[in-house]
């Protein structure tokens, strides 16, 4: 399946997949609304590591065999057998962060805020993941299969 | 084919999903005492906190049956299995045949020999019908005694906190949650269950049960008294092994399995808090009762069932757990006395946070995180993928540890799905 | 410390109704202008520090910032201006040289705008280059005086070494160390991709870069930098430079601190060393000793390279030319006053030289009185913008050019000529790798083949209009341009005729 991965060597650091997964995951899907208008802007759904000068961002892996899914104690973590990404039902998901225990790219966030476990969707409503379409360096792509560099 | 499931929880769902993703046709027939829609045990707490509603305890749709074409039998116990007729006996006296069966009995709560159990208001934690029941006697005001002060324990402990009743932990060893926390670490969790009121008293635990129809009070080893309203023993789980009682299928603690999880006898198979698997931190089989590893163990049940040889690595314990806003996350081997055991630890009275790290000869082996959880499943994958940690040992206790810290090619081969030469 | 008398350069605008406070800008911004303040919890500038680069601006998600000149003036004056009363405060602060970067800024006339271009009509009708065949091949270096061909049009006569370019622009030199790794690896694949060369400068050529040798020149300075036989041999040419047009008569100087593990092993000198490009070459003091060099490594490559020589546009630029090609050279590079650099003693830079446009057809004139201008190409350099300053420079006489600075903003250049500093916002003059992947080779090297493909097809628009269909027969062919707004004098250097003659 398509997944985004990262070229390191190009990312610049800027953030900017940070804004725009906010953005996508907002009400208004506007940057500018996201961040001034909702009363509780989304947490990210993905990771940025950094320490200068290397730094990259990282999306959940949508593992084909996710230890997420398995290990959910509620149901709320499914991947869909079609497209095989990996979502979390927020209504059933209580917070427990039994996901956080066991992925091991570190990849599911904890929306403190809503206490339920926050991850990338690959901007499944848009098509295309917000992260990848506004990387000002290309250092994200969507791709199938990995990448080589 | 017909597969025969005993037990209706976590493992079933990793069975039937296994075995329906590549076998369509094989009778699947599963058994339980109870009569619930599959549902989640560990969201028992939730319940009896009114956290969650009794609809969103459902661990799988309401078709997943149906949709999976799974006949139930629920309701009614088995009791026995005849391994050499390949048959299931239920309690009405009717038997069930198989071709395969998993036998996920899961546990039973261990249940101690004091005087004053029959009393009204003694209730174990491990079911949803204990919930149920916990939560009609337990009356805001009303005070409960809550003996063990492990994972059972603690989590009763939140969910009545929540209903308002005046809750005691009574715990026998000198700290609670002592199977998955250290000293410093369990101090640090009591002490959010003391700020919010509720009593923790160690090194002791119940001798007697006061009270005539009902519960009014239990007495301690150590000569105190505690006034009681309810009683929740809770203790532990000890293998459910009654069913396989009287037969060839070989029982240690749990039911011995290989990593097929096959049991002593052939087309006989267990999975969950039931069995005995291989934990590959210890090397040597145990029971590991937590939710993830029924739910895998249960998959590769299925798989091998239906004739998809598909091994088991190996499991060690892990647990998130939490007291309202304490967030712990542990694995492993979390409080060796050994000294062939490194430590790496970090504790934050501010922060209330503690990182402790538990490292064997270069691999991570275990590993407790209060409060500053986040990540916590890289450190799982270190230990899950027998990595040498050397060249980023000295980084884990950052707060922004991550794959950052790892040498560029391999957290390259792991960020970009890239092979691993 | 005492006051300084320096006000901001620019002005940052920062709409705070569109500011989200993502800190975008901060993380960008090298010359740290921009910070986060707790206490107002706002995006905060330092005019002060904001040199235009305009990074920003353009990462900023929301639009929330411009720049604008800074609106601060002095009372207006027009012999003591802006620049000249800071520049007084600058250097009476530091005591120090001016150094700045990038090319001559001061408002010289530009001599490719006085000049048009020839369209055919009616009795020489112009080609459509979509639907006939457009010829824009060029090869660089002598040509012999005559040539035999065999009874089956074989060319029997021994030709010497040729430099093939698909379209007469090269990339021109910049050393590995001025400009970055992450721009030498777009450079070096356009210029595969197009069938150019490119030029390594004087630093040296990094070992990972050695795979493009075929569409490689590499240079020759005073400073010797990772010259060794390999080197030579790997390249497609060689260049001895003598000059830049930016920094005529000087030479150059790398601080230590820029020599790193990996300049230091492609220059060949210690890391942490200062890398020092003497004013002349020691061993040339004459026209001879420059043959000398010539021949050594014609010799060292066994007279299988073309070796160019590059000097800057100076006042006696057709004699030493003249001088040059009669030293062996094949070709030669003349680099105009308007040349970029990525360091130069700002005085120099902006006073020093002569334009490209007198230069190359004061070259050609020159050569072709003396009967020797096949045995040698010229490259016009020096500020080439667009298609039509090719077009310009090849009728003036050229037989290519070299672009840098056009390439540069091709790459995210804007021109903010603070090259010197190494803070490159835009990860092309800087060696910080912190900035350096800001530039992505995938993404600049399309983009340099872009531009000369883009270019590439305005020329062959310009040839057929004038009815031309081979670029060959533009070179020199100055009745294809006329003057405009010029004096006599000017016209008659050009060799042009003035618009309307």
């Known amino acids: 399946m398509k997944k985004v991965y990262v070229k390191e060597e190009v990312c610049v650091g800027c953030r900017l997949c940070e804004v725009y997964c906010i953005t996508s995951h907002s009400k208004y899907k506007d940057v500018l609304k996201a961040y001034k208008l909702e009363p509780q802007r989304p947490t990210p759904r993905i990771v940025i590591e950094e320490n200068r000068p290397v730094s990259f961002s990282l999306q959940c892996r949508h593992c084909d065999d996710a230890p997420c899914v398995k290990s959910c104690i509620t149901g709320a973590m499914r991947k869909d057998p079609l497209t095989g990404v990996v979502t979390c039902d927020t209504d059933k998901c209580v917070g427990c962060w039994t996901c956080v225990l066991v992925c091991e790219f570190g990849a599911i966030i904890r929306d403190v805020n809503n206490k339920v476990a926050s991850k990338c969707d690959l901007c499944a409503e848009a098509g295309e993941p917000a992260c990848v379409k506004n990387c000002p360096n290309e250092a994200l792509v969507y791709s199938e299969g990995g990448i080589s560099v | 084919m017909r597969i025969v499931i005993i037990g209706n929880s976590v493992a079933m769902v990793g069975a039937v999903e296994a075995i329906r993703k590549y076998d369509t046709s094989s009778e699947i027939v599963v058994i339980s005492d109870e009569t619930y829609h599959v549902y989640s045990r560990p969201l028992i707490s939730y319940y009896l906190g009114n956290l969650v509603s009794e609809e969103k305890m459902i661990y799988r749709e309401k078709d997943f049956y149906r949709k999976n074409k799974v006949e139930t039998v629920f309701g009614i116990k088995a009791i026995s299995i005849d391994e050499r007729k390949k048959e299931v006996h239920l309690e009405n006296g009717d038997s069930i045949s198989f071709d395969k069966l998993l036998i996920a009995t899961g546990g039973k709560p261990i249940i101690p020999p004091v005087e004053g159990l029959n009393k009204k208001n003694v209730h174990t934690f491990i079911k949803m019908d204990d919930a149920k029941k916990l939560k009609e006697a337990a009356k805001p005001g009303s005070k409960a005694v809550i003996v063990g002060g492990g994972l059972i324990g603690f989590k009763a402990a939140e969910g009545l906190h929540h209903l308002g009743v005046d809750v005691t932990i009574v715990e026998l060893a000198d700290r609670i949650l002592s199977t998955i926390l250290d000293a410093e670490g369990a101090s640090l969790v009591s002490q959010s269950l003391q700020n919010d009121g509720i009593k923790i008293i160690t090194g002791t635990t119940v001798d007697k049960i006061i009270g005539d129809e009902y519960v009014k009070g239990v007495l301690l080893k150590n000569g105190k008294e505690l006034e009681a309203d309810n009683l929740i023993i809770a203790i532990g789980v000890v293998p459910n092994v009654d069913v396989v009682r009287n037969t060839s299928i070989s029982i240690n603690r749990g039911i011995l399995v290989d990593n097929t999880m096959k049991t002593s006898v052939e087309d006989v198979y267990a999975a969950g808090d039931v069995a005995e698997g291989y934990d590959m931190l210890v090397e040597s089989n145990r029971v590991v009762p937590i939710w993830p590893n029924a739910y895998m163990q249960g998959e590769i049940a299925g798989y091998n069932m239906i004739g998809i040889n598909k091994s088991f690595k190996g499991i060690f314990p892990m647990n998130s757990i939490g007291y309202k806003n304490t967030n712990m996350i542990t694995a492993g081997i979390t409080n060796p006395q050994q000294e062939e055991f490194e430590i790496i630890s970090k504790i934050d009275h501010n922060r209330r946070s503690y990182k402790k790290f538990v490292v064997k000869e270069n691999r991570l082996v275990g590993f407790i995180l209060i409060n500053d959880i986040d990540r916590a499943g890289l450190f799982t994958g270190f230990i899950k993928n027998e990595m040498d940690i050397t060249p980023f040992k000295k980084y884990l206790l950052n707060d922004d540890f991550g794959f950052i810290y790892l040498p560029k090619e391999s957290r390259k081969a792991k960020m970009l799905d890239l092979e691993v030469v | 410390m005492s006051l300084s008398y320096l006000t901001p350069e620019f002005k940052v605008l920062r709409d705070y109704d569109k500011c989200i406070n993502c ?479």
């Open chain 3, 23 to 501: 800190k975008v800008c901060m993380r960008q911004c090298s010359f740290e202008v921009h910070s986060y303040d707790e206490d107002l919890d706002k995006m905060v500038s330092n005019d002060m520090n904001c040199v235009n680069c305009q990074r920003c601006v353009l990462l900023c998600p929301t639009q929330a910032l411009t720049i604008i000149k800074h609106p601060q003036t002095f009372k207006e004056h027009a012999n003591w201006t802006y620049d000249a009363i800071r520049d007084i405060y600058r250097q009476a602060e530091t005591g120090g040289v001016l150094l700045s970067s990038m090319g001559n800024d001061r408002p010289y006339p530009v001599y490719w705008d006085k000049m048009v271009i020839n369209a055919s009509q009616v009795t020489n009708p112009s080609i459509d280059p979509l639907r006939e065949p457009m010829e824009l091949r060029v090869y660089l270096g002598r040509k012999p005086d005559r040539i035999e061909i065999d009874e089956n049009l074989n060319v029997k006569t021994k030709m010497p070494p040729q430099l093939k370019l698909e379209t007469p622009i090269m990339f021109s030199a910049m050393s590995y160390g001025s400009i970055s790794y992450n721009a030498h690896a777009a450079l070096a694949r356009a210029a595969e991709e197009l069938g150019i060369l490119y030029n390594t400068g004087e630093g040296g050529l990094h070992k990972d870069f050695r795979k493009y040798g075929k569409n490689t020149i590499v240079q020759v300075a005073s400073g010797r930098f990772g010259v060794d036989r390999e080197y030579l041999n790997t390249a497609a040419a060689i260049e001895i430079k003598i000059g830049q047009g930016a920094k005529p008569g000087i030479g150059g100087h790398l601080p230590g601190e820029k020599v790193s593990e990996d300049i230091s092993a492609t220059r060949m000198i210690p890391s942490g060393s200062d890398a020092i490009s003497p004013a002349p070459h020691h061993d040339i003091y004459s026209i001879e000793d420059l043959a000398q060099l010539i021949y050594s490594l014609k010799e060292a490559t066994d007279y299988q390279k073309p070796v160019g020589v590059k000097i800057a546009a100076v006042n006696n630029v057709a004699a030493i030319a003249s001088g040059i090609a009669r030293a062996g050279a094949d070709y030669i590079a003349i680099d105009g006053f308007r040349g970029g650099t990525g360091a130069a003693p700002k005085r120099i830079r902006d006073n020093v030289g002569i334009p490209i446009e007198f230069a190359i057809a004061a070259v050609d004139a020159r050569l072709r009185s003396e009967g020797i201008r096949h045995t040698v190409s010229l490259v016009a350099a020096g500020s080439i913008r667009n298609s039509a300053d090719i077009v310009k420079a090849i009728a003036l006489g050229a037989d290519a050019v070299y672009i840098a600075t056009a390439a540069l903003i091709a790459l995210g250049c804007h021109m903010c000529q603070k090259c010197h500093t190494g803070k490159c916002n835009w990860g092309i003059a800087t060696q910080d790798p912190n900035l350096v992947k800001r530039l992505n080779p995938e993404i600049g090297y399309k983009r340099l083949v872009n531009l000369v493909q883009a270019w590439s097809h305005e020329i062959k628009e310009m040839l057929g209009g004038m009815g031309i269909n081979d670029i060959e027969s533009l070179k020199g062919n100055r009745l294809m341009l006329r003057g405009i707004g010029m004096t006599q004098k000017e016209l008659d250097i050009l060799g042009i005729l003035a618009a309307g003659e």
